[in-house]
Each structure stands twice: as C-alpha cells, then as structure tokens.
C-alpha cells in the first residue's frame, strides 16, 4: 500500500468516528495553544517589565533600607534627613537630583465613585524628572507646595481614566482618606507591565502624605538622579558614602542600605520573569501530554472495534507494515490536524491581552509545540499501530 492509500484510509478512518475524532484534536488543540499562549504571556510579561525600567531612565538609582550585614542589630531606617544629606552634598558632582519617597494605599472618593489607587505617593518635585514622569494635563506640584504642605496631587492616567471617566481631573477635589486633595496633573500614560500599573497612582507632597497617612517617620525608599547614565557608578559611590557618614557605619561591607540601578534591577527582573516563563510552559506541556494520552486512548477503541476488519485484511494477505502504517497515519492525521488547529488558535489569542499582559509570540515556540505535538501523536499511536500489526488473522476474525 502506498502512502496517499494509507492517508485516504486513515482519513476515512476519522470521518467515520467524526466526534471522537473531533474531540482527541480538542485536545491536542488545547495543549499547543495552551504552549504557545503562556510562552507569549511570559514573553510579554518579560517586554513589558523590561520597557518599565527603561522608562524609569538609564541615570536613576533607588536608596532602600536593607539589614545590616553580619549583625543582630536593626537596619537604621532611611530618612528625609539623607535625602537631604545626599541633595546637598558640595562634594558629590555626579548627583544631580534627589527625591525621597513614601507610599501608603487608600481609597478615592470623587463625589459619588470610590476607588482604590494602585498607590499614593509622597514626594519631593524632583520626583518627576528622576522617575521619567511625564505631565499629559495640568502641572506639576512646586517646591512651593511642598514646604506649605498643600493639598494638592498629580495623578497617573489609570487612576484619572476611573475617577472622573471622561471629564478634564485638573482643578477638581478628591478626597483620600478624609483628606481633600486639588488635582493639579494628570501624568502622562506609561504603559502597564501587566502585574503593576505605574499609571495607577496619587503623588503629593511628601510632608502632605506624612501628615495625612504615614507619620513624620522613615522613607520607603529615596531615588537619586545621576547627572549622565556614564556617572551612575561615581553616583552610586558618592551615595555609599554619605550615607555611611548619616548613618555611622564606618565599615563597607556592613552597610544598612541598598543602592540599584536600573541595570541592575533589569537582570533581577529578567531572570525572574524567566523563571515564571518556564513554568508556564511547564504547566501548557502537561496538558499536551494530555492530549497525546487521549490520541492512545481512542487509538486503542479504535483498533478493538476494526478488529475484525485488521483479521480480514491480514487474511487477504496485508503484511503487518501495512496495518503498523495505517494506524501510525490515522494517529499522526489526529495530531497534524489538532497541532495546526492549535497553532491557529494560539495565534489568534496572542491578539488579545491577557491579565493586563500584550502577549509576545516567540516564533520557536510555534514551530516547537507542532513538532513536539506530531511527535506526540507518533510516540502516542504507536502502542495501538503495533498491537493491531501483531493480531493473529484467525484471533482477530474470531473476536466478537
């Protein structure tokens, strides 16, 4: 029997059991679109974290309290009196700016609608430049207002696009907490990385956030603006030892603090976005393996209920490759089909966003999961192909 005849009986085959044989492609459709679906939310989720920090400019660190090195004794929190120590510092040229920053959550109320931003920030106005903050609408808050402690914000676009919908947020009064805040700004839309959404936030002045939420305490974290990407390293080196100068610490290696950079932050981002990645392809494999233990399931009906069929042909005179192939095809015709139809889909699907995430489709994943499918159908199917070559003509005419 030559290969065309094999692929029509196969066909056949099928189009004999069309809902089964609809139903084993469902899984196998399942579990390539599945494959290539998590690879490109993992993928995308990667992107998008990886353009979130390079948004924040390749010439920002982040100061954060960490313990101390090799000691009981607890970290020496990090305080507006650094930040200050560190912006006015004469003998540090490489730090051009310096904002210390404090976050608290709360719920908003603009006359009747609620809603609870991703965070309130409170902040100096050197905020805005350090961080790549753009103003889309309104201003920002001024030096001014920070040393009046007024009650005004800035607010990310997430957070405008809920609160007022489609009315113009500057000029208008929200209240956080019992506190009344003006909107003065509306920031210009970044882009959500999926799991964090920097457009959903409230920045104000720092001692307004202290007064009204977190208390006249440490900082969470202070971000420092190098003068040029080039200083970031004499930037980080200048921090280091102003603040072991604030904070007593005469030995390096016991420092209470942590310094980043966006490169720094970039690789431990990645490498973790990876990890998540891995596993979700792991999970997208197990329900391959799914499908192709169904492809042997309904293989193995198959050949019980043409046993009869496989005795007269071997009666007749068919060598054993010809049922091996005939079975070997009608599987492999299961998986093609599902594999194609799963590709199809998972391209489809890339199209849309998933948990906040713009999928990216890794192209090797596609070609991949189809392989491994086919694979699968092969490896699968061949269990049942060899037990229907191996019957014994007269067993199988007996079998009832």
Known sequence: MIAWQMVRFAVAGLVAN??????????????????????AVGNGSSAAVKASITSLG???????????RGSATAAKKLTVEDAKALGTATDAPSIKSVAPVVSTTGTALYGNISYQPGSIVGTYPAYFETANQKIARGDYFSNDDVLNSRKVAVIGSTTAEQLFANEDPVGKRITIGGTPF????VLRTKGSSGFNDPDDVVIAPLPTVQNAFTGFGSVSQILVQATSAETTTDA????????????????ATKVDFRISNQASLLTARESTTQTFTVLLGAVAAISLLVGGIGITNIMLVTVTERTK???????????RGVILGQFLAESTLLSVIGAGLGVLAGLIGSHFSIVGIKPVIIPESVLGAFAIAVAIGLFFGSYPANRAASLRPIEALRHE
Request: net charge positive; charged share 15%; no cysteine.
């Open 182 to 185: 003006t909107v003065v700004g």
């Open 309 to 319: 069929e496989i005795g007269i042909r071997k009666a007749l005179g068919a060598p």
């Open 236 to 251: 980080q080196a200048d921090i280091t030892r102003i603040l072991m100068g604030t904070h007593g610490i005469k030995d």
């Open 18 to 39: 069309k809902v089964r044989s609809a139903l084993t492609m469902l899984g196998v459709l399942i579990g390539v679109a599945s494959v290539i679906l998590l690879l």
């Open 58 to 68: 390749t010439n920002s660190l982040t100061v954060s309290s960490s313990n101390l």
